[in-house]
T-cell receptor, first 116, second 112 residues
Framework: DSGVTQTPKHLITATGQRVTLRCSPR?????VYWYQQSLDQGLQFLIQ???????AKGNILERFSAQQFPDLHSELNLSSLELGDSALYFC???????????????FGPGTRLTVL | AQTVTQSQPEMSVQEAETVTLSCTYDTSESNYYLFWYKQPPSRQMILVIR??????QNATENRFSVNFQKAAKSFSLKISDSQLGDTAMYFCAFEYTDKLIFGTGTRLQVFP
């Protein structure tokens, strides 16, 4: 158990809908990262937050957004869902430090999203 | 651009034997971390081992060790005394500007 929690475990929804995935980092970690794992794209970085502020952005679609709250939990919002958004979405956390300082990320169990 | 390549899509090994998974990467950075993560059938991503690029010594964690060749940009994972529980996908990852760049993975099957 990494100490990172994600809810829900599974989510089944229809095209065009909006969903929210939730992540709680390990105790003491300030950085939260979101990754998408799909069959055709592999594991891809979406976005990172550090202590409530967006720090880095990857291949995140405009239909997707995220935020980190004062209690450090994070939410990933996916809207206007398409079939191709079906994937496993991971949250990871790390202690977080100055930008560019090396760190180790610990992953949550993931949320499996199925869009029908 | 930073890239990570795992050229072995699948490998198999007999229980108690040793297996080595390959990984190469491309970067112009000099200070970075490299990781191996394991993803068993449960789909959880589990950190196996970490190597800091500025350290000459290869990292070791129990039965897992790496062969880090910085000049060759090579980072292989050796699993000794393989166990059935080692059956999983193994991903090599490079940390770049706070994000991880993953290879495509190697599926390892351990046979009794």
């Amino acid at each position: 158990d990494s100490g990172v929690t994600q809810t829900p475990k599974h989510l089944i929804t229809a095209t065009g809908q909006r969903v929210t995935l939730r992540c709680s980092p390990r105790s003491g970690d300030l950085s939260v990262y979101w990754y998408q794992q799909s069959l055709d794209q592999g594991l891809q970085f979406l976005i990172q937050y550090y202590n409530g502020e967006e720090r880095a952005k990857g291949n995140i679609l405009e239909r997707f957004s995220a935020q980190q709250f004062p209690d450090l939990h994070s939410e990933l919002n996916l809207s206007s869902l398409e079939l191709g958004d079906s994937a496993l979405y991971f949250c990871a956390s790390s202690v977080g430090a100055l930008a560019g300082v090396r760190d180790t990320q610990y992953f949550g169990p993931g949320t499996r999203l199925t869009v029908l | 651009a930073q890239t990570v390549t795992q050229s072995q899509p699948e490998m198999s090994v007999q229980e108690a034997e040793t297996v080595t998974l390959s990984c190469t990467y491309d970067t112009s950075e000099s200070n970075y971390y490299l990781f191996w993560y394991k993803q068993p059938p449960s789909r959880q991503m589990i950190l196996v081992i970490r190597q800091e690029a500025y350290k000459q010594q290869n990292a070791t964690e129990n039965r897992f060790s790496v062969n880090f060749q910085k000049a060759a940009k090579s980072f292989s994972l050796k699993i000794s005394d393989s166990q059935l529980g080692d059956t999983a996908m193994y991903f090599c990852a490079f940390e770049y500007t706070d994000k991880l760049i993953f290879g495509t993975g190697t599926r390892l099957q351990v046979f009794p």
